[in-house]
């Protein structure tokens, strides 16, 4: 390789590793645009990652995101540059002199400047999810009050079948889960509820408990918001109680769901044994007026009525659906949706459901 190019991509490599992302940027567009080959393969990524640096940039200096996650961030975006340095690298073995490149000008891009006192350090497997062992030991133990639900007799475009669904008990022996997997008080009462369906530590099944509901005491449900509050049969040999209850005492502050809040999902997906959804679980999206928020985290037919919990392992959300979305370079992104718990709370309290 022709040594101006390996002192080029020496002073790129020590511009990331100084943090100075935008000059590396710039540098690196400026090499491709002397080369036709090299700047039809490279130039639009790198007006991506320039993208990606500006909005990352923007959400930090308008305090919508940590600086804990905008730093793990930035050195994802370090390391995405590093590797497409390496792609130009090997792109360029053949070429015997620099690309015809303006290096004594400055290609006019909008990259603010750094947030000081921000320093990145680059290294594989960055991660802001490490958890302390009580954390899971508390997701353990909120996990006993969710349930598959099982609705026979339902009406659907399909005929009268069976679905399934999750849901999960208030205080007061209350389910709740969602009004299209229980509208009416007829099917709750054609209703199953399992507790411990799930394997144990050595993949065995263990035995579920099931348990009927009661319409005919306390069934109240919103299709606005689609949600139900039905209340269960108690069985004295084998008491609700064992299964405790969620938390839903939420702080107006500290719980109020936020961009790129972790959440956590507890599901019986596809009518299968209780999972836990842990991976890449952020908020995407919160919004005040349909009191909905929309997050990245894995689900399936049989999750709807889940219940959506903060890293305090409150109830900050009900899962309802499967979204998706579509940018303006027209690029398709899914999403979850679930209904705020805050306003669900507010409609039980007005309601008189709930205290």
Known sequence: MNKDITRFFGEINTLIERNQIP???QMLRNYVSGNSTLNDQYEGKLIMLMGRYNGLQDEYFQ???????????????????????????????ELTQLPAGKYDEDIPMEIAPPPP????????????????????????????????????NKPTEEGIRTIVGTGFLLPGHLLMTNNHVIGSTAEAADS??????QLDAEDNKQDPLTYKLAPEEVFFTNEDYDFSIIK????????LDQ????????????????LYNHVTIIQHPMGGYKQIALNENQITKVDKETQTILYKTDTEEGSSG?????DNWKVIGLHHAHVSSQDEQGVQTFHNKGVMMEKILDILKNEGILQ
């Open 306 to 310: 889940s219940p959506v919990f903060n």
């Open 192 to 197: 199953v509820l399992y507790f411990n369906y």
């Open 117 to 152: 006192q921000v320093k990145v350090q680059l290294q594989k497997n960055i991660s802001n999810k490490l958890k302390n062992i009580s954390w899971l030991e508390k997701g353990i133990t909120y996990a006993k009050s969710v349930c598959k639900v099982e609705v026979r």
């Open 23 to 25: 000059r590396a940027l």
């Open 232 to 239: 269960v049969k108690d069985e004295p040999k084998r008491p």
């Open 63 to 93: 305090k919508l995101i940590t600086q804990e996650y905008y730093t793990v961030e930035k050195t994802r975006l370090s390391e995405a540059i590093l590797y497409f340095v390496e792609q130009i690298k090997e792109d360029s073995e």
């Open 243 to 258: 299964f405790g209850h969620v938390n839903i005492d939420l702080d107006e502050y500290s719980d109020e769901p936020a």
